[in-house]
Nanobody, 125 residues
Framework: QVHLVESGGGLVQAGGSLRLSCAAS?????????MGWFRQAPGKEREFVAA????????YYADSVKGRFTISRDNAKNTVYLQMNTLKPEDTAVYYC????????????WGYGYWGQGTQVTVSS
């Protein structure tokens, strides 16, 4: 079992930055889990944002965040990060961290077996 807790959300003006963290506990999560970030805006379905392989050497981003967001992980600290720069009002959503069933990157939600509770990000215009 893997327990995930997100933090770092908040209110920021457009053009600003935030860094989200996802702390994992339970069994060692780095050994076989790619990690991902998803988000869900009000009235919309949850969507993929970014993913990183278990080793950290591969990353993948949704087109909407490419060039602005950076995903990284520190397996020694059992933590995954999402650095979000040049934020836009359309980035407003609840952001979820998730641990995949596999070491390789996947953008599919069914590929993730563990989810955090989410952290709210609000970007004002």
């Amino acid at each position: 079992q893997v327990h995930l807790v997100e933090s770092g959300g908040g209110l920021v003006q457009a053009g600003g930055s935030l860094r989200l963290s996802c702390a994992a506990s339970g069994r060692t999560f780095s050994s076989n889990n790619a990690m991902g970030w998803f988000r869900q805006a009000p009235g919309k379905e949850r969507e993929f944002v970014a993913a990183i392989s278990w080793s950290g050497d591969s990353t993948y981003y949704a087109d909407s965040v490419k060039g602005r967001f950076t995903i990284s992980r520190d397996n020694a600290k059992n933590t995954v990060y999402l650095q979000m720069n040049t934020l836009k009002p359309e980035d407003t959503a609840v952001y979820y961290c998730a641990a995949a069933h596999m070491p390789a990157i996947t953008t599919a939600q069914w590929g993730y077996g563990y989810w955090g509770q989410g952290t709210q990000v609000t970007v004002s215009s």
